[in-house]
């Protein structure tokens, strides 16, 4: 069956220079080479995070790591920032750890807002706040600099950040920010396959997660550190994905940090684009876009031409592209669209022919 690439916001299509990074020999994960291994890539991932703090690799997929900060850091209550279908459910996850926590709520393509978060944070109930950075469901990114900045006035609650579809096509500096829990996976911007995440904590939450009972084993945030300490992780992880993303960390490094980060900026800006030139307007409330997704009104707003979105996905799949019809109550009324991992105009301009062709026959 011919591949159907995927334009959608996360898993993102993978090349196949990563495919054959993945397929390396197998090696033992408490042998030399994989200390090798990881010992390379610690500096690149410190680099690319901004932090002298060590990453960690968790083979999990994100919600790992998500659940994981939860059950190392929560002691009193935790304030969960909640704008969307991902951050949403970390109200629940939270719950379903056993721990009080409480949801901040923002409208579906509204952003978090620093002053509503020190609002809340100052009734002193809090000792953990969740933030999703870039919130995928619906495209909106947070001002993450000025939330962090409340860690200030905070230094006992843990921040702990989702940046699972802006790590690595956005700057994040962990060590700048002064946040305490900075994760992502890697199926969104890093294209590389689902099935590893990757963490940094700052010291104040490894103290703060050493002195926490029942936060398991498999996600021991203190067990990562002792390990990484190391060059080792925990448990056995997935030895191929983390090939691939030491295959994928030289190419980031290849092409720069900066130029990356630019070709996110430009690729989203020609999305941004060609939806303009069809007459949609974005989901997301001005000013607060992602830049590695686009969230695309289908035009059933005062003004706009409604268009049927399964059926604009059904005509861009078959030339060839797949794209995302919304996600959980939007689902139908917006579409996504992703420039994330590889993504350059060029690859971008022909997913733009092809969606030209199938608006032109709806
Ligand atoms: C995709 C995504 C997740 C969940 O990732 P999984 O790989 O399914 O665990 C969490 N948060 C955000 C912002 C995401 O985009």
Known sequence: MAHVKLHIPGPVEVSAKTFQALCSPMIGHRGQGFKDLYAKMQPQLQALLSTKQLVYLSTSSAWGVMEGAIRNLVAKKVLNGMNGAFSDKWLDVSKRCGKNAEGLQAPWGSPIRAEDVDKQLATGQFDALTLIHNETSTGTMSPLAEIAALKKKYPDVMFIVDAVSSMSAVPLKFDELGIDVLLAGTQKAFALPPGLALFVCS??????????????????????????????????????????????????FAEGLENRYARHVKTNQLTRDWAARH????????????????????????????????????????????????????????????????????????????????????
């Not at 498999?218 to 925990?234: G, R, S």
């Not at 996905?313 to 078959?318: A, E």
């Open 203 to 252: 010291p104040a939450a490894l103290a703060k997660a050493a002195t926490m009972k029942d936060r398991g084993y498999y996600l021991d945030f203190v067990e990562f550190q002792k390990n990484a300490m190391e060059q080792m992780t925990p448990s056995t992880p997935s030895i191929p994905h983390i090939y691939a993303l030491n295959a994928k960390l030289d190419e980031f």
């Open 279 to 362: 007459g949609f307007t974005l989901f997301p409330e001005k000013g607060f876009e992602s830049i590695t997704l686009t969230c695309v009104n289908n035009g059933a707003k005062p003004g706009g031409r409604a268009v049927d979105v399964a059926k604009l996905q059904k005509l861009v799949k078959d030339r060839g592209f797949l794209i995302d019809g919304g996600y959980g109550k939007i689902k139908g009324t917006t579409f996504r669209i992703s420039n994330m991992g590889d993504e350059t105009p060029e690859s971008m301009n022909q997913l733009y022919a092809a969606l030209d062709k199938a608006v032109s026959q709806l």
